[in-house]
C-alpha cells in the first residue's frame, strides 16, 4: 500500500478496483497522499483480504523482477554502448 507521489503510479500499475478513499493496482493498493482515512481503510483491506495479498506480492515480485534485474540492467546497458558504436559507424 502506498500514497500516490512521484513514480509510485508506475509501480503499482493500472487500477484494477475502486473503492472509497483507495483503489486496487494491478501491483498494490493506492491512497491519496492526503487521505489518512482512504490509506487506513486500503490497509484494511489488504489485511482482511489473504487472496488479495498474494495475488499482489506475486505481480509485484514478477514486476519488480523483470523491470529491475541485473540481468536486464546489463542489458540496457550493453544496448546502449551498441548504439553508441553504432552511430560512430555511419
Not at 491519496?32 to 499482489?56: C, E, N, P, Q, T
Not at 529491475?68 to 546497458?77: F, Q
Amino acid at each position: 500500500i502506498s500514497t500516490m507521489v512521484g513514480g509510485v503510479r508506475d509501480l503499482l500499475g493500472d487500477e484494477t478496483e475502486k473503492f472509497e478513499g483507495f483503489s486496487v493496482c494491478e501491483r498494490g493498493i493506492a491512497a491519496a497522499s492526503s487521505d489518512v482515512s482512504g490509506f487506513y481503510h486500503g490497509l484494511r483491506h489488504l489485511i482482511s483480504d489473504k487472496a488479495l495479498r498474494i495475488k499482489l506480492a506475486g505481480s509485484g515480485s514478477q514486476f519488480v523482477n523483470s523491470e529491475y534485474s541485473k540481468a536486464r540492467l546489463v542489458e540496457d546497458i550493453k544496448n546502449l554502448y551498441r548504439s553508441f558504436n553504432n552511430t560512430q559507424n555511419l
